[in-house]
């Protein structure tokens, strides 16, 4: 990955539609409380899986975040036809970074997943990391960007 020039954050959330921080958070952003754009990058914010999220439940057919795989097989399930939207929307777009938040039933505290160890993400952590001296840094990159599942890695960077 050469070019990381971001322009643009989406913000997701409900990608597991019974985990409602990353809810909350744009609630907050809705309401003016919480600024999320800064001078070198603008935040759109959308949720992952709307009927989830209204069913107060972590997904409908199958997990929304295990969707996003190239090597899945076509399915008419909800969550599949959500992840090839999704796609279609946003993979293209190279000046932009997704951020998928979600909640996690175990104690770990605050933790930033990053599924690459490319310089861009180990940055990204230590910066974090500096910042925030709690927060857990978790490095998931074991397989190829290309065939992570998850709807962070649609795009370009995630
Ligand atoms: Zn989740």
Same mark, same amino acid.
């Given at each position: &990955?050469?070019?990381?020039?971001?322009?643009?954050?989406?913000?997701?959330?409900?990608?597991?539609? $019974?985990?409602? !921080?990353?809810?909350?958070?744009?609630?907050?952003?809705?309401?003016?409380?919480?600024?999320? +754009?800064?001078?070198?990058?603008?935040?759109?914010?959308?949720?992952?899986?709307?009927?989830?999220?209204?069913?107060?439940?972590? /997904?409908?057919?199958?997990?929304?975040?295990?969707? #996003?795989? !190239?090597?899945?097989?076509?399915?008419?399930?909800?969550?599949?036809?959500?992840?090839?939207? /999704?796609?279609?929307? *946003?993979?293209?777009?190279?000046?932009?970074?997704?951020? +998928? %938040?979600?909640?996690?039933?175990?104690? &770990?505290?605050?933790? %930033?997943?990053?599924? !690459?160890?490319? =310089?861009?993400?180990?940055?990204?952590?230590?910066?974090?990391?500096?910042? &925030? =001296?709690?927060? $857990?840094?978790? #490095?998931? +990159?074991?397989? !190829?960007?290309?065939?992570? =599942?998850?709807?962070?890695?649609?795009?370009? *960077?995630?």
């Amino acid at each position: &990955m050469a070019n990381h020039s971001i322009n643009q954050v989406l913000l997701v959330a409900g990608t597991h539609g $019974n985990e409602l !921080s990353g809810l909350y958070l744009q609630k907050l952003i809705r309401d003016g409380v919480y600024h999320a +754009d800064r001078s070198t990058f603008q935040v759109k914010n959308t949720v992952g899986n709307p009927l989830a999220v209204k069913k107060n439940t972590r /997904f409908i057919d199958i997990d929304l975040n295990r969707a #996003f795989s !190239s090597a899945d097989l076509e399915s008419d399930a909800n969550e599949k036809r959500l992840a090839a939207e /999704f796609v279609k929307q *946003h993979a293209s777009n190279e000046n932009q970074l997704i951020i +998928d %938040l979600h909640n996690t039933t175990c104690n &770990m505290g605050a933790t %930033l997943i990053l599924l !690459s160890n490319d =310089p861009y993400y180990t940055r990204m952590g230590a910066y974090v990391k500096q910042r &925030m =001296p709690e927060a $857990n840094i978790l #490095f998931e +990159d074991r397989k !190829s960007w290309q065939d992570q =599942p998850y709807l962070c890695t649609t795009g370009e *960077h995630g």
